[in-house]
């Protein structure tokens, strides 16, 4: 069993993701509209998804651009690296970025896409264990002072 996603023809867009075997892909009528992705991404590139793009030209699947910002609107100025096969933002995260803490603490940092910038971020643990400061308590609306 291998995972397939069916493309439409005039969007390009995945409408459906399907396990199945190659035979029964065979057995669709529009069965050239059905193409094979990795679900673990062993070929290094991105696995399909309903409403991902399949770009034809170099058998690729491009994931929706993403909803990574603040406010909850899409990324509009981010743009696709067919390198390295993700969307990036206009500008780098700040080179002390560091999401695992190792070696030093946890920074973390989030898109803000109206403003195109970066801005620091604090997880919920951050927060729990009061390691964001007041200022940044304040403008995400957990306190009030």
């Not at 509209?33 to 690729?60: C, M, V």
Request: with cysteine.
């Amino acid at each position: 069993m291998s995972h397939f996603a069916r493309v439409d023809k005039s969007t390009n867009k995945v409408t459906d993701v399907v396990v199945a075997t190659q035979a029964w892909v065979y057995e669709q009528t529009d069965s050239e509209d059905w193409f094979q992705t990795s679900y673990n991404q062993s070929d290094g590139k991105p696995t399909a998804a309903i409403g991902s793009t399949y770009d034809r030209e170099n058998n690729l699947f491009i994931p929706v651009q993403p909803i990574e910002s603040t406010t909850g609107v899409a990324c509009t100025s981010w743009v696709w690296d067919s390198t390295n096969y993700k969307w990036k933002a206009p500008i780098d995260k700040p080179s002390d970025y560091n999401p695992t803490g190792i070696g030093t603490e946890r920074i973390l940092y989030a898109w803000v896409e109206e403003e195109r910038k970066w801005i620091r971020h604090y997880s919920a643990d951050d927060v729990a264990n009061n390691r964001a400061p007041d200022s940044y308590l304040k403008s995400v609306g957990i306190t009030s002072s």
